[in-house]
């Protein structure tokens, strides 16, 4: 059963600019959750995406944005990077139907804001 | 707000030793599910060990225990005959039980295994 893939692993912008991350959750898992990891704050939840809708939505300003899929993949979209933004963002798939359905992490997207 | 700390930054331990990471949570939240992560060097996160806030049993996965003190409010992770591959940053995490909610993890213990 393949895991979960993140595109692309690496990606360097500048301030200002705008970047779409993507991840492809495990076949039949319809839950994909975002995460921030940076050094400083360790690992923040942005959103959460069951079924195409947003259930739940972390502390995050508006420049951060999801969407999911019918096939469950999903995308999150930051507009107008500040440098604030270089962090490992990593997605995580589950089944969504419980709390206690393993989240499944992909290896993250390293994003550079210069 | 539920927060999660480990007060551990850092940690050694020599290979087939037996070393413990500690972690607290805070919630006035019944119901919900408690996590170790381990993210190795080459970043992937991957599931340790779970818990529900319900069962008083503490759960074991091989060399992996724990031991939950619901009123303490504390969560520690204990790995027996630890393993080279064991060396990566440990998070601890809190779930509520509703569906959809957020992993909310600590700042998390880097654990370095030596032979």
């Known amino acids: 059963k393949a895991g979960v893939t993140q595109t692309p692993r690496y990606l360097i912008k500048t301030r200002g600019q705008q970047v779409t991350l993507s991840c492809s959750p495990i076949?039949?898992?319809?839950?994909v959750s975002w995460y921030q990891q940076t050094p400083g704050q360790g690992l923040q939840f942005l959103f959460e995406y069951f079924s195409e809708t947003q259930r739940n939505k972390g502390n995050f300003p508006g420049r951060f944005s999801g969407r999911q899929f019918s096939n469950s993949r999903s995308e999150m979209n930051v507009s107008t990077l500040e440098l604030g933004d270089s962090a490992l963002y990593l997605c995580a798939s589950s089944l969504g139907w419980t709390s206690y359905n393993e989240q499944f992490f992909g290896p993250g997207t390293r994003l550079t804001v210069l | 707000a539920q927060t999660v700390t480990q007060s551990q930054p850092e940690m050694s331990v020599q290979e087939a030793e037996t070393v413990t990471l500690s972690c607290t949570y805070d919630t006035s939240e019944n119901n919900y599910y408690l996590f170790w992560y381990k993210q190795p060097p080459s970043r992937q996160m991957i599931l340790v060990i779970r818990q529900e806030a319900y069962k008083q049993q503490n759960a074991t996965e091989n060399r992996f225990s724990v031991n939950f003190q619901k009123a303490a409010k504390s969560f520690s992770l204990k790995i027996s005959d630890s393993q080279l591959g064991d060396t990566a940053m440990y998070f601890c995490?809190?779930?509520?039980?509703?569906?959809?909610?957020?992993?909310?993890f600590g700042k998390g213990t880097t654990l370095s295994v030596s032979s």
């Open positions: 995490a809190f779930m509520m039980g509703q569906a959809g909610t957020a992993l909310i």
């Open positions: 076949s039949g898992h319809r839950s």
